[in-house]
C-alpha cells in the first residue's frame, strides 16, 4: 500500500494571516477558504505569515486497506518549518474527540509506515480535532491518558480548539 501524501492536486501553499479551514461534509476535499468566517469548522491565525503547505487528505488523497475498501482519514494537515499538524474537524456533539483522534492516529501510524523519515523530520506534531460548535472538551471527557499515548506512541501533542496558531 502506496499513499501519496504530496498529490500536488489536494495542496495548496498559503501565507494568509488568517484562514479557515471547512469541511462542506459531502464528500469533497476540505478546502481554505478566506471568506464566509461563520462556517469555517477552524480558524487558522497566521500573524507572521509564513509559508505554511495545507494537504486535503479525506476525499483527495486515497488511503486503501488490503481489501481494497478506503481507510479512515483526517480531513487535512498543516506543515510549515519544522512542524506538523494533522487536523480532523468535526461539527456534532457526542464522540467528537475520540472519533477525531482514531482518524488522526490512523494517517499518523500510515506516515510512520510509508516515510518514517518524514514524519519524524518534523520537531513539533500536533493532532488537533477541531470542533466549532463545542469549542472545548467535555469535563466528563478526561485526556490525559489520550494525551500520554499520543505522546509517548507518536511524539505529538494533542489540541482540542477551533483556532490553530500558526507559530
Avoid at 64 to 70: A, P, T, Y
Avoid at 108 to 134: G, L
Avoid at 140 to 152: I, K, L, M, W
Amino acid at each position: 500500500m502506496s499513499v501519496d501524501f504530496f498529490k500536488a492536486t489536494c495542496q495548496i501553499e498559503t501565507k494568509e494571516k488568517k484562514f479557515g479551514l471547512f469541511d462542506a461534509e459531502d464528500k469533497t476535499p476540505t478546502k481554505i477558504k478566506l471568506t464566509e468566517e461563520n462556517t469555517w469548522n477552524a480558524t487558522v491565525e497566521n500573524n507572521s505569515g509564513k509559508s505554511v503547505l495545507f494537504t486535503a487528505i479525506d476525499y483527495c488523497i486515497d488511503v486503501l486497506r488490503e481489501n481494497g475498501e478506503m481507510d479512515s482519514r483526517c480531513d487535512c494537515m498543516l506543515t510549515y518549518d519544522s512542524t506538523l499538524l494533522l487536523i480532523e474537524l468535526k461539527n456534532k456533539r457526542d464522540t467528537w474527540q475520540a472519533e477525531g483522534l482514531d482518524q488522526i492516529e490512523n494517517i499518523a501510524k500510515i506516515i510512520i509506515d510509508e516515510i518514517p523519515n518524514h514524519y519524524y523530520s518534523f520537531k513539533k506534531r500536533k493532532a488537533i480535532v477541531a470542533n466549532r460548535k463545542h469549542q472545548f472538551p467535555s469535563f466528563y471527557d478526561s485526556n490525559v491518558e489520550q494525551r500520554q499515548y499520543f505522546n509517548s506512541k507518536y511524539k505529538m501533542r494533542i489540541q482540542f480548539e477551533a483556532e490553530i496558531i500558526i507559530e
